[in-house]
C-alpha cells in the first residue's frame, strides 16, 4: 500500500509540474547558442527548487527563478554530441516538456539535446540519400506482440531482387525498441557510412529484448539468466523467422551479425557464441556480465576455441575506461587469452553512455560483412 501511495503522489507531482508548463511566458528550451553553451529552461512559479542534470557535465546545476517563475541556467560549451538530460524539480526528475526529443526508457524520464560542431558528425543528418525506419508489431505464443523497429538502407525498395546482410541489433536493460534510432542515431550512422562508401549495405532488426510479461520489467538486466532463456525463445523461434521471412536477407551465418549495448550486449554475446551456426560477426558495446557466470554464458565459444576463431568474422568487445562494466570485461577478456580465442577489443575514454554506443557503431559498422 505504501509503494502504491508514493507512486501515485510521483504521478500527481509530475502532472503538476507538466501543467505548469500550460500559459506563463513563451520561450525554448533548450537553445544551443553559436559557441554551443546551452540554455535549459523550466516554467515552475510554485517550485522551490530546479535542478539540471546532463551527461555533458559533472554533478549538478542550479537554475534561478525570474520574476516570471521561469527558471533557468546557461551551461557549456558543450562538446558536440547527443546528450540525455533531465531536471530535477522539488527532488522529482522529469524530462524538458519543451523539448519533443524523448529518451525512450522504462526506468527513468530524460530529453535529449543535440549539439553540432563546425563540421558534421557520424550521427549527424546529413544530405545524402536516407534509408527507411518502420515499426512491426510480431507474434509470440508465449510474450503476445512484440514490438520491432527496421531499418532498410537507401535503394531498398528500388532493388526487389537483391538480398542483403543483416545486424540484429539490441538495446540495454530499461531501453526499449526506440532507442538505437532516437538515441543511437543507428539509421544515421548507417545511412553516412554507407553514402561516404564506409560500410556495407546492412538490413537492422532491432526488437525489444526484454522478454515480458513472462519476465517482469523490473527484474533487472537483460542478461539475467532468466530473460536470456525466455528471449532466446522468442528471438530464434519468432523474431528471426519474422524478420527474415519479410525481408530480403541472406539467411546464412556470414551475412548475419548481433550486437547489443549494456545488458544487451550480454544477450548478443550470449546467443552469437553460443551459436556459430547463425551468426559469423558477435559483437559487445560495454556488453553486461558478471565473472561467475562467464563459464556457462559461453559454454559453446569454450568448448572447441578453434572452431569459434574458424567460425568467427569478428569478435568484438568495446567498453569505456570508466564504465561500471569493464570490472567484468577485464577478466573476461583475460579468459579469452587462456584459452586462445581471438577477439578484438577497444577501450573509449568516458562511461556507460549512449555517446559511447553511437562511436561504437560507427566504428564497427565498417568492419561488418567485409568478407
Known amino acids: 500500500m505504501k509503494r502504491i501511495f508514493s507512486l501515485a503522489v510521483i504521478a500527481l507531482l509530475t502532472a503538476n509540474m507538466a501543467m505548469a508548463q500550460w500559459g506563463g511566458p513563451v520561450f525554448e528550451s533548450p537553445v544551443v547558442h553559436d559557441d554551443n553553451t546551452t540554455t535549459f529552461s523550466y516554467y515552475a512559479p510554485d517550485a522551490d527548487s530546479v535542478k539540471l542534470s546532463g551527461q555533458f557535465m559533472d554533478g549538478l546545476a542550479d537554475l534561478t527563478k525570474n520574476e516570471e517563475g521561469l527558471w533557468s541556467v546557461t551551461v557549456g560549451p558543450i ?10 524539480v522539488n527532488g522529482v526528475s522529469v524530462a524538458d516538456p519543451k523539448n519533443s526529443l524523448k529518451f525512450p526508457n522504462e526506468g527513468f524520464q530524460a530529453s535529449i539535446v543535440e549539439v553540432t560542431g563546425d563540421e558534421p558528425l557520424v550521427h549527424t543528418i546529413q544530405d545524402v540519400p536516407h534509408g527507411t525506419v518502420s515499426y512491426h508489431l510480431y507474434t509470440s505464443p508465449e510474450l503476445g506482440e512484440r514490438p520491432l523497429v527496421m531499418y532498410t538502407p537507401p535503394g531498398y525498395e528500388d532493388n526487389p531482387d537483391k538480398e542483403y546482410p543483416i545486424l540484429y541489433l539490441l538495446h540495454g536493460t530499461t531501453d526499449t525498441e526506440e532507442t538505437w534510432t532516437k538515441v543511437g542515431r543507428a539509421n544515421i550512422i548507417l545511412d553516412n557510412l554507407i553514402a561516404e562508401g564506409k560500410a556495407k549495405e546492412m538490413i537492422i532488426a532491432m526488437p525489444y529484448g526484454r522478454a515480458y510479461p513472462v519476465i517482469s520489467k523490473s527484474s533487472g538486466s537483460l542478461r539475467e539468466w532468466e530473460n536470456l532463456q525466455e528471449f532466446k525463445k522468442d ?6 523467422p519474422y524478420v527474415e521471412g ?23 554475446l550470449y546467443f552469437g557464441l553460443n551459436n556459430q551456426d547463425l551468426f559469423s560477426w558477435v559483437i559487445g558495446f560495454a556488453p553486461g556480465m558478471r565473472v561467475n557466470e562467464i563459464g556457462r554464458n559461453n559454454a559453446g565459444a569454450f568448448e572447441d576455441p578453434e572452431a569459434t576463431n574458424e567460425n568467427l568474422n569478428l569478435f568484438w568487445i568495446a567498453v569505456g575506461e570508466q564504465d561500471f562494466t569493464k570490472r567484468a570485461i577485464d577478466p573476461y577478456m583475460e579468459i579469452l587469452d587462456e584459452k586462445g580465442i581471438e577477439y578484438e577489443s577497444f577501450i573509449s575514454g568516458g562511461g556507460h553512455t549512449w555517446m559511447n554506443c553511437k562511436l561504437y557503431l560507427s566504428m564497427v559498422a565498417k568492419r561488418l560483412f567485409q568478407n
Open 235 to 240: 528471438f530464434m523461434n519468432n523474431l528471426m
Open 79 to 88: 562538446e558536440p554530441d547527443m546528450y540525455p538530460y533531465n531536471f530535477i
Open 246 to 268: 519479410n525481408y530480403r536477407v541472406k539467411k546464412d551465418a556470414e551475412s548475419r551479425a548481433i550486437a547489443g549495448f549494456s545488458g544487451g550486449g550480454g544477450t548478443s
